[in-house]
């Protein structure tokens, strides 16, 4: 049985390695998933979500550059390495776009940089940190996407947003997955009244708009990162339960099945060890549908004002500052968290109808 079951599994992986479009998607999800490990790493702005604001050089369009002053903080942040992976730096330092300067000894004089190109107000100021040679305070800072209405770098907060985009379809996947499957294995193997009371829940949950019902649990929640993911697993298991429902009943009445009762064995043992492990291809597509779901609710919630609150980096409150932009003539803040959110999506679709066709025994 477990050759076989090698056998098989060998297979639907090759079937799915032939699917060009679903071996391109999966690595793209992998390349994502990676990004949003290691966003602060790759990031141009390393603080915490990215959060540098310069109102001077707000709605700049891609590859703009400017002048960057960076007047250092005496605070120690007290981070460490995987804090500042994970969270981004607590940086105190003070940056300036500036248009020109001068330096005579200590003491730095320079021009802030004005928009509408008028002429700023030149500045001096006196500190021992000029005096360091190891370390540049005035370079060139380049902004690959732009920057966005509050002049802070779009690269950096599309790196930083793909975190939530990202990580609320492994968590809302995971927690659906939990109760789908235990109530669907439940109500499929026992039946009777049992069965008729889960479907009963399922049926009213199903009834309820999904984004309806996900507004009304984070509300009860309250707004933040965390509750976006619960309520949003909360709602997507009524889909798998059904299905191992589906799944449960048609196994159920199998000889290997009728074979381990009559062995003695526990239902416990029967429906872990004997019926979900025939019931998972199913379970897998539906899950990698369902990724992109919660992708879509969380871009939906965050839109809406309800989802990741600010200042944390999300592609649906990006679209949501900046959707006005389209008709002002700067439609690309809005698009490109657009386009990132659209690709994600399509990506997880694509493997999820690579992993039916590869798992499908009639195929």
Request: with cysteine.
């Amino acid at each position: 049985m477990s050759q076989l079951a090698r056998s098989l599994s060998q297979l639907a992986l090759q079937k799915f390695k032939r699917n060009f479009w679903g071996v391109l998607s999966f690595w793209f999800i992998v390349l994502i998933g990676l990004i949003s490990v290691f966003a602060y790493v790759l990031a141009p702005d390393n603080s915490q979500f990215a959060n540098q604001m310069h109102l001077s050089i707000h709605s700049k369009p891609p590859g703009y550059k400017v002048l960057m002053l960076t007047i250092p903080s005496k605070l120690e942040s007290g981070q460490t390495f995987l804090g500042k992976l994970f969270y981004g730096e607590k940086n105190g330092d003070t940056e300036i776009p500036i248009t020109d300067y001068s330096m005579d000894g200590n003491q730095l004089t320079y021009i802030e940089y004005t928009a509408d190109e008028l002429d700023g107000i030149a500045k001096t100021i006196t500190a021992d940190f000029l005096m360091n040679p190891e370390k540049e305070f005035i370079k060139e800072r380049s902004f690959i996407f732009g920057t966005d209405k509050y002049g802070r770098d779009l690269l950096s907060r599309v790196l930083v947003g793909a975190r939530i985009s990202f990580f609320i379809g492994f968590i809302a996947v995971f927690i659906s997955l939990i109760i789908g499957i235990f109530m669907g294995s439940i109500a499929g193997y026992f039946g009777g009244k049992v069965d008729t009371f889960i479907m009963w829940v399922i049926n009213v949950t199903w009834s309820i708009p999904t984004l309806l019902l996900v507004i009304a649990i984070t509300l009860a929640l309250g707004k933040g990162f965390w509750q976006v993911f619960i309520a949003v697993g909360l709602t997507m298991w009524v889909e798998v339960a059904r299905v191992v429902r589906g799944q449960v009943m048609s196994v159920k009445e199998m000889q290997f099945v009728t074979a381990a009762r009559a062995l003695g064995y526990t239902d416990f043992r029967i429906i872990v060890k004997h019926i979900l492990p025939n019931i998972m291809a199913p379970v897998i597509v539906i899950s990698a549908a369902n990724f992109a779901a919660a992708i879509l609710i969380e871009s939906g919630l965050s839109f809406l004002g309800i989802g990741a609150q600010p200042p944390m980096a999300s592609w649906g409150a990006m679209i949501k500052d900046h959707y006005s932009y389209i008709i002002l003539g700067k439609p690309y803040l809005a698009l490109i968290p657009g386009l990132c959110i659209m690709s994600l999506v399509m990506a997880f679709m694509l493997v999820g109808n690579a992993l039916r066709d590869a798992l499908d025994v009639k195929s």
